[in-house]
C-alpha cells in the first residue's frame, strides 16, 4: 500500500478522475438540456387524482416535477402526517392551468393523499390563445350559442373541425395585419416624415403638402376598407364555442377563437405521439411567441439571432481575414506586430460586457446620435440610429468576434506550406498576387473555420446584446416588405436573451421553464453543432496540409 | 513593334506592382486596425469616465448695473435662468431678464417691480425658506410677517419660451400676527410645510419666540384661516443666527460658538435636544446653512473652516454629530446650498466663490469667477447659473459643475453618507427622491467580482489544471483527440444557458441537496483512490489491457456511481447532521445567512465556464514540453509521477500560470452567469452561502436605465473601464508569460 502510494499511481488516477468529471459534466450537462427541452414537446399524461379525502376537490392536470422530502419537514411546516408510516414521503407538483378559474396554475399534492392516478381517455388539454392550457373534459359543441352536437356525431371530429376553422380565421387575421395594416402605418408614418423633411429644409410649399394629403387621405380609405374586412373575420371568429367540463365539475364555455389546439394526450398511441412531437417541435420554430413570451414559439428570436449573426459576419470576415494576412505575410518582427498580438489576445480576453458598455457609448450614443443629426433630422427626438439596434449589435459583436477570425485564419495561412509561396513568387507572380490567388484559397477552409466559430459565438453572446438593441419583445422583424426591406436601426429579438429574459424576468417562471429548456436546446444544438462543423472542417485542413508537405 | 511589346509588358508590369503596393498598405492598416479597435475602446472608455474628476468651472455670461436700484437682500431666478430677480431693502422685489437669448429682453431690463410692504408699513426683518419651496417671509412692524413667492409662468406662444413672472401672496396679503405682545422683529427665521407655516423670530426685547401657523383653505374663496400656536423658548444672550429643518422638527439657534437644537414638533413642549460647542479656535461662526435633503448643517467658520453635521443614531437617541471639515482658508462671508445635490457653494470675505461637494469630500472651485469680487450669490434650481452681485453691478456666471458627487476616495474608501450610522462602502446608485444621496462606492461590487471569482476559481483550478495534466501527459492519443474537442465544446456552451441552469436548476438542487454536495467532495475522491487500489490488486495480465492512458475512461462510471450515491445519501445527511432541513439548521443553529442562489451555486457553474479556458492552454503547454526531457528523466528511474512533477510541470510553469490568468481574466468578467445565479445585493461578506454583485451584473442591471452622461452612466463606464484594465492585465501578463515559454521551447 505505502509503495504503491509513493509510486504516485493514486495521484495519476486522481487527475484522471478530474477528466471524467469534466467529462461527466459536459455531457451530462448537454443530456439534461436536451432531454429537459425535448420532453418539452412530448404529449404528457393527464391525470385525474381523486383524493383519500373524499371531499377534497379532485385534480385534473400534468405531473410537472416530483420529489422525495422528508417527513419532519411537513411536521415542521404543520401539515398532519400521522397516516405516514415512512421517512420520507414522494412529493408531486401538478399543473393544473386553468388559469383564469383557479387562484393558482400549479399544486403540489403528497402521493400519500391520493387515492388513485386515473388517465381517462376523453380528458383533453386544449392549448390556448391566452390564460394558457386548460384541461378538461368537451361536453359540447355552440354555434351562435347553439349546440351543434347530433346525437351520432363524434364529437371530437366536430371539435377538430370547428378548432381548424378559428385557427385558419386567426390565421387570416393575422395575415392582414402584418401585411396591409402593418404596410398603411409604415407609408403613413413615411408621409408624416416627408413633410418633417421638407419643413426642415424650408422645401415645404402648399403643392407639395397637397400631394402628401392626397396619398394621405388615399392610404386612410384602404386602411378602413382592410380594417373591416379584420373585424369582419374577427366577427367569425367570435361565432363558435366550446363547453367544457373542468376538474370543479363546473361547465365552462370557452369561445373557439382561443382555442388553438385540443390534445387527447390519454389516447394516443406512440405513433401518434411521435406526430405530435414533430407537430410541436415544427410549431416552436416557426410560431410567435404568446403570453409575453411565456408560451407559443420563438421564431422572431430565432430570426434575430441568424439576421444579427449574417451582418456580423459580412462585418467581421473582411477584417479578420485582412489582419490575419498581415500578421501572418506581412508583419516583421517590430514592435508594432508584438502590440498588435497582444491587441488580439486582449480583444479576446476582454469581458464581452465591455464592449456592450463600449458599444452603447460609441456606436449607438456617438456615431448613431451623430448620424441622427445629419441623416435623419426629420424624427427627431425620436431617435432612429441613436438608440440600439441590429446594426450596432452587429458591429459591436464583430468587434468582440474579430480574435476569433483573426486567430483561425493565421493557424490556416500558418499550415500553408512555404514552398507553396516561394513556387509562385519564383514564377514570377508579385505579392499580392500569391496571396490573392494561391494562399487565401487554399486558406479558406481556415477561413470558414474562424467565421463558423465566431457565428457560434456571437449566437452565444447576449450580455452586450442587452446594452446594444436586444428587445424581450420586437414589434417588427428587422427585414420586411417596406422599402428599404432591411431595416439595420431596429431592435431585434435573440435566442440567448430570450433564455434570460422568460427564464428570469417572466410574471409566470414556473410555467415558462419547459420552454426556456426548450430554447436552450435548440440553441445549443445550433452552437454545438456549429463548433463540431468546425472542428471538423478544422481537422481535415490539417489531414490535407500534412499530405501535402510529404 | 517589339518595343512596344515590351513598354506593354513593362507598363503591366507596373501595375501590377502598384498593385502590389497598394495591397500591401491595405492589409498593413487592416492590421493595425485590430490594434486601433483595442485602442478606440481604450481611449473611449476612458474619455467617458474622466469628467467625472474634473472640477468646476464658472463662466461669466453676462453683467450690467443693478436692475431697480437699492439694496440687495436676496437674489433669485426661475428653473431656466432667463429671467432672475432681487429683493431690495426697502421691500421691493424686481424681476430682471437675467441673460439675453433670442427674442427676449436685453440683459438687465427690469420686467416687472412689486412691492412687499404696503406704502405704510417698513420692512424690519427677512428671510427666505428652502430652495425647493422658495417663499420670502417679511417681517413689518409690530411683529408681523407677510409671505410673497416669486412665480414664473412658462408659456410657448410660436414656439418660444416666454416667460412671464408675477408675484403672489400664497397665504393672503394681510400679515400673519407673529409675537402675541407686538413687537418688532429684529431676526426671523420661517419654513413651510404644504400649508403649515413655522416661524422662529428674535423680537426687539430680545425673547425668541417660535410661532407656527397651520393653514386651511376655504375651497370657494381660496382664502386662508389658521389655526396658531406660540411659545417663547427662554435663551438668554444675543442670538446671531436662526435656522429651521424644512420637515419643521427642528430649530437651530446660534449664538456665538454655541449651537442650541430645539425639538419643536410639539410647541407645547420645546425641548432643547442637543448644544454643540464649537471650538474657538475655528474663530466665529460666520454662516450657516441646510444642505438639499435637509439632514446635513453645515457651518461655516471666520476661519474659512467648513463643518458637516448630521444626525447619528447612538446611545438610543439621534445626536448631531461633526462629520467632515472643509478649509477654505479664507473668512467666509455666506454658504449657499443647492436644491438636489450635497453641492454648497462658499462665498469668502474677499469676494472668491469655492464650490464644495460634502459626500465626496471635495473642494471643486475657489477664485474669483471672471476677477469680480462678488459680494452676495444665488443658485438657479438646476445648479447650472449662479447670479452675484458686486457693488452695483449684477454678474451672470454659467457653472459647469456635472459631477461633484464623486472623487477617488469616495469610490474606493468609506464613506460617512447621511443617515448613516459609520463610514461604509456602498453601492446604491438611484432612489424614488430627488433629494437623495447617491452612494457610489465600487468596493462591494469589485468584492463581489473578487469572490465571485475566488470560489469559481477554487473549482476550476484544481479540476482544470489536473485534468490538463493527465490529457497532456498520461492519456493515449487516440483518446486525447476526443477528450479536447469536448473539452473545447464546453468551452463554447453560452454563457446565458449555464447561468439559466445556474439559476433555475442548481440553486434550488444546491438548496435541497446541500448534504448531498457536501458528500460530493469527499466521496468521489475518495472512491475514485479505492478504485484505483482495487485496480492495482488486479492480477498483472488483466490490468496490462487498461493502462494507465485509459484510466480517464475507466473511471467514468465509478464517478458517476459515487455521484449519484452522495445525492442518494443527502436526505439520510440531512436527517442525521442537520435535523432534517439543512437550510433551517445553517440559518437558526450556525447563524450563516443562507440565500438560495449564492456563491457556491456560482463558484459550480462559473467554475464549470473557465474549466475549459484553463484546460486548453495547461493542456497545451504541458503537451509542448519536449518529450526527451521526461524520456531522459524516466530512462533515469524516475517514476512517471516523479517525472511529472519534477520535470514536465516545472518546465510548463510559464504556460499553466498564463493558464490560470486566463481563466481568472474570465471570471472576473462573466455577466450572465452571476447575473442569474445570484441575487445581485452589493453586500460584502465572504460567506459561500450569500450571493454577490459583481461589477459586469451591475453594469447589465443598471446601464439600461442610466441616463446619458450622468454622473450614474460615467461610474458604470468606470467600472467596464476596471475591467476592461483588470483582464488587460491579466491577459498581457499572460500572453507575455506564454511567448517567453514558446521561445524557449524554440531554443530546447
Known amino acids: 500500500m505505502k509503495a504503491w502510494f509513493k509510486s504516485g499511481s493514486p495521484w495519476i488516477w486522481m487527475t484522471a478522475g478530474t477528466v471524467s468529471l469534466a467529462l461527466i459534466a459536459v455531457l451530462g450537462l448537454i443530456a439534461l438540456i436536451a432531454w429537459r427541452g425535448l420532453t418539452f414537446f412530448w404529449p404528457s399524461t393527464i391525470y385525474e387524482f381523486p383524493f383519500n379525502d373524499v371531499d377534497r376537490q379532485i385534480l385534473i392536470g400534468e405531473i410537472y416535477e416530483r420529489e422525495q422530502i422528508p417527513v419532519t419537514r411537513l411536521q415542521d411546516a404543520g401539515i398532519d402526517t400521522s397516516h405516514i408510516t415512512d421517512e420520507f414521503v414522494t412529493r408531486y407538483l401538478v399543473k393544473i392551468g386553468n388559469r383564469e378559474f383557479v387562484p393558482l396554475d400549479f399544486t403540489w399534492v403528497l402521493a400519500t393523499d391520493i387515492a388513485r392516478m386515473e388517465t381517462p381517455r376523453d380528458l383533453v388539454m386544449l392549448e390556448r390563445a391566452r390564460n394558457g392550457n386548460f384541461y378538461g373534459y368537451v361536453e359540447d359543441v355552440l354555434e351562435d350559442g347553439i349546440s351543434v352536437m347530433t346525437a351520432n356525431a363524434d364529437i371530437r371530429a366536430v371539435f377538430r373541425d370547428r378548432i381548424r376553422r378559428a385557427v385558419n380565421l386567426r390565421d387570416e387575421a393575422m395575415t392582414l395585419q402584418r401585411g396591409p395594416i402593418a404596410r398603411i402605418n409604415y407609408q403613413l408614418d413615411q408621409i408624416r416624415l416627408e413633410r418633417r423633411r421638407m419643413e426642415l429644409r424650408g422645401t415645404f410649399t402648399e403643392e407639395a403638402d397637397a400631394a402628401l394629403r392626397e396619398e394621405e387621405e388615399a392610404l386612410r380609405e384602404a386602411y378602413l376598407e382592410v380594417e373591416a374586412e379584420l373585424f369582419e373575420i374577427r366577427q367569425r371568429a367570435q361565432r363558435d364555442a366550446v363547453v367544457m367540463r373542468d376538474m370543479r365539475g363546473e361547465q365552462v364555455t370557452l369561445s373557439m377563437n382561443m382555442v388553438l389546439d385540443a390534445t387527447y394526450a390519454n389516447d394516443m398511441n406512440v405513433l401518434q405521439k411521435w406526430g405530435y412531437f414533430f407537430r410541436q417541435i415544427k410549431k416552436f420554430v416557426t410560431e410567435d411567441p404568446r403570453e409575453s413570451n411565456t408560451e407559443g414559439g420563438v421564431f422572431p428570436a430565432i430570426f434575430g439571432t441568424v439576421f444579427m449573426v449574417l451582418l456580423m459576419s459580412v462585418i467581421v470576415t473582411p477584417f479578420g481575414v485582412i489582419a490575419a494576412i498581415y500578421l501572418h505575410e506581412y508583419a516583421g518582427k517590430n514592435a508594432i506586430t508584438r502590440m498588435i498580438r497582444i491587441a488580439v489576445i486582449n480583444l479576446a480576453g476582454v469581458p464581452s460586457i465591455v464592449y456592450g458598455v463600449f458599444g452603447l457609448g460609441f456606436f449607438v450614443y456617438m456615431v448613431g446620435g451623430t448620424l441622427d443629426q445629419i441623416f435623419y433630422p426629420e424624427s427627431l427626438p425620436n431617435p432612429t440610429f441613436g438608440t440600439p439596434g441590429v446594426l450596432w449589435s452587429a458591429l459591436t459583436l464583430a468587434i468582440l468576434t474579430l480574435p476569433v477570425v483573426i486567430v483561425s485564419t493565421e493557424e490556416g495561412l500558418s499550415r500553408i506550406p512555404s514552398a507553396v509561396r516561394e513556387g509562385s513568387l519564383a514564377l514570377g507572380a508579385t505579392k499580392a498576387e500569391t496571396i490573392w490567388r494561391i494562399v487565401v484559397p487554399m486558406a479558406s477552409p481556415a477561413i470558414m473555420t474562424g467565421l463558423i466559430l465566431a457565428v457560434a459565438r456571437a449566437a452565444g453572446e447576449v450580455a452586450p446584446l442587452m446594452l446594444v438593441g436586444v428587445v424581450k419583445s420586437a414589434p417588427t422583424l428587422p427585414v420586411d416588405g417596406n422599402f428599404p426591406f432591411f431595416h439595420l436601426d431596429r431592435k431585434f429579438m435573440h435566442l440567448g436573451f430570450h433564455i434570460y429574459d422568460v427564464g428570469f424576468q417572466s410574471p409566470n417562471v414556473e410555467a415558462a421553464r419547459p420552454l426556456v429548456y426548450a430554447t436552450s436546446f435548440l440553441l445549443v444544438t445550433v452552437i454545438v453543432g456549429l463548433n463540431l462543423t468546425a472542428i471538423g472542417v478544422r481537422n481535415r485542413l490539417r489531414e490535407k496540409f500534412r499530405a501535402l508537405e510529404h | ?748
Open chain 2, 1 to 748: 513593334m517589339a518595343s512596344s511589346q515590351t513598354s506593354a509588358q513593362f507598363s503591366a508590369g507596373r501595375m501590377r506592382l502598384i498593385k502590389d503596393r497598394i495591397a500591401r498598405f491595405g492589409v498593413t492598416l487592416g492590421g493595425g486596425l485590430v490594434l486601433l479597435a483595442l485602442l478606440l475602446i481604450f481611449f473611449y472608455l476612458l474619455y467617458v469616465v474622466l469628467p467625472i474628476f474634473k472640477g468646476a468651472d464658472v463662466k461669466s455670461v453676462e453683467s450690467y448695473a443693478v436692475p431697480g436700484g437699492g439694496e440687495t437682500l436676496a437674489l433669485g431666478m426661475e428653473a431656466r435662468a432667463e429671467v432672475g430677480h432681487r429683493v431690495t431693502s426697502d421691500g421691493r422685489i424686481v424681476f430682471f431678464q437675467l441673460r439675453a437669448g433670442d427674442g427676449l429682453q436685453p440683459a438687465g431690463t427690469v420686467l416687472l417691480e412689486r412691492s412687499l410692504v404696503g406704502e405704510d408699513e417698513a420692512l424690519r426683518a427677512f428671510a427666505r425658506n428652502s430652495l425647493a419651496n422658495n417663499d420670502y417671509a417679511v417681517a413689518l412692524a409690530d411683529g408681523l410677517v407677510r409671505i410673497a413667492r416669486p412665480e414664473y409662468d412658462v408659456s410657448w406662444p410660436n414656439d418660444i419660451r416666454l416667460v412671464v413672472p408675477r408675484l403672489t401672496f400664497p397665504f393672503g396679503e394681510t400679515p400673519l400676527q407673529l409675537d402675541e405682545q407686538g413687537r418688532d422683529i429684529q431676526r426671523l427665521a420661517f419654513e413651510r410645510d404644504g400649508n403649515t407655516l413655522l416661524f422662529a423670530a428674535v423680537t426687539e426685547d430680545q425673547r425668541l419666540i417660535v410661532t407656527r401657523f397651520t393653514g386651511r383653505q376655504n375651497m370657494m374663496t381660496r382664502a386662508f384661516t389658521f389655526s396658531t400656536q406660540r411659545t417663547e423658548v427662554p435663551l438668554r444672550g444675543r442670538i446671531q443666527s436662526l435656522h429651521i429643518t424644512p420637515n419643521l422638527r427642528q430649530l437651530f439657534v446660534q449664538q456665538n460658538n454655541r449651537l442650541h437644537i430645539f425639538d419643536v414638533r410639539n410647541l407645547a413642549d420645546v425641548q432643547e435636544s442637543q448644544v454643540i460647542s464649537l471650538p474657538q479656535s475655528r474663530g466665529a461662526v460666520s454662516a450657516m446653512a441646510l444642505l438639499a435633503g435637509s439632514s446635513s448643517l453645515m457651518i461655516a467658520h471666520d476661519s474659512g473652516q467648513i463643518s458637516q453635521w448630521f444626525e447619528v443614531s447612538g446611545d438610543g437617541q439621534r445626536q448631531y454629530r461633526e462629520i467632515r471639515t472643509f478649509d477654505v482658508g479664507r473668512p467666509i462671508r455666506s454658504l449657499i446650498p443647492e436644491q438636489f445635490r450635497r453641492t454648497f457653494y462658499a462665498v469668502t470675505e474677499e469676494g472668491e466663490l469655492a464650490i464644495l461637494h460634502t459626500t465626496s469630500h471635495r473642494q471643486l472651485y475657489q477664485r474669483q469667477p471672471g476677477n469680480v469680487a462678488i459680494e452676495q450669490a444665488a443658485i438657479g434650481p438646476r445648479a447650472n447659473h449662479l447670479v452675484a452681485q458686486n457693488g452695483d453691478q449684477v454678474h451672470v456666471f454659467r457653472l459647469h459643475n456635472d459631477h461633484p458627487e464623486v472623487s477617488w476616495s469616495a469610490i474606493w474608501s468609506k464613506v460617512w453618507y447621511e443617515n448613516y450610522e459609520e463610514p461604509t462602502y456602498t453601492w446604491q446608485s438611484t432612489s424614488g427622491s430627488d433629494e437623495f444621496e447617491p452612494k457610489f462606492s465600487l468596493v462591494p461590487i469589485s468584492f463581489g467580482t473578487i469572490k465571485a471569482a475566488f470560489y469559481a476559481m477554487l473549482l476550476a483550478v484544481p479540476i482544470g489544471l489536473a485534468a490538463a495534466v493527465y490529457t497532456a501527459y498520461f492519456m493515449t492519443p487516440a483518446l486525447r483527440k476526443v477528450v479536447k474537442p469536448t473539452v473545447e465544446i464546453m468551452e463554447a456552451l453560452p454563457t446565458v444557458i449555464l447561468g439559466f441552469l445556474a439559476g433555475l436548476w442548481l440553486a434550488p438542487l444546491v438548496e435541497s441537496h446541500l448534504p448531498g454536495f457536501i458528500a460530493f467532495v469527499i466521496v468521489v475522491p475518495l472512491t475514485i483512490l479505492v478504485a484505483a487500489f482495487l485496480w492495482h490488486l488486479l492480477p498483472e495480465n488483466i490490468r496490462r489491457h487498461v493502462t494507465d492512458g485509459r484510466a480517464a475512461m475507466l473511471l467514468m462510471p465509478v464517478v458517476i456511481f459515487a455521484g449519484w450515491a452522495s445525492f442518494a445519501m443527502s436526505p439520510y445527511l440531512e436527517l442525521w447532521f442537520f435535523d432534517g432541513d439543512t437550510r433551517y439548521f445553517l440559518t437558526n443553529e450556525l447563524g450563516i445567512n443562507f440565500d438560495q442562489r449564492n456563491a457556491l451555486v456560482v463558484g459550480i457553474a462559473m467554475g464549470f465556464a473557465v474549466i475549459p479556458t484553463i484546460f486548453s492552454i495547461a493542456e497545451d503547454a504541458v503537451f509542448s514540453v519536449p518529450k526527451h526531457l521526461s524520456n531522459g528523466s524516466l530512462a533515469l528511474g524516475a517514476t512517471e509521477w516523479q517525472t511529472l512533477t519534477k520535470v514536465v510541470l516545472l518546465t510548463a510553469s510559464p504556460g499553466i500560470f498564463s493558464a490560470v490568468m486566463m481563466g481568472l481574466g474570465r471570471a472576473v468578467g462573466e455577466t450572465m452567469i452571476v447575473l442569474m445565479a445570484t441575487g445581485n445585493t452589493p453586500i460584502m461578506d465572504w460567506n459561500i452561502f450569500e450571493g454577490m454583485r459583481t461589477l459586469s451584473a451591475n453594469i447589465a442591471v443598471e446601464m439600461p436605465e442610466s441616463e446619458v452622461g450622468s454622473t450614474h452612466y460615467r461610474i458604470l463606464f468606470l467600472a467596464a473601464f476596471v475591467l476592461f484594465v483588470f483582464t488587460f492585465a491579466f491577459n498581457t501578463l499572460a500572453e507575455f508569460v506564454r511567448q517567453r515559454l514558446r521561445e524557449k521551447y524554440s531554443s530546447l
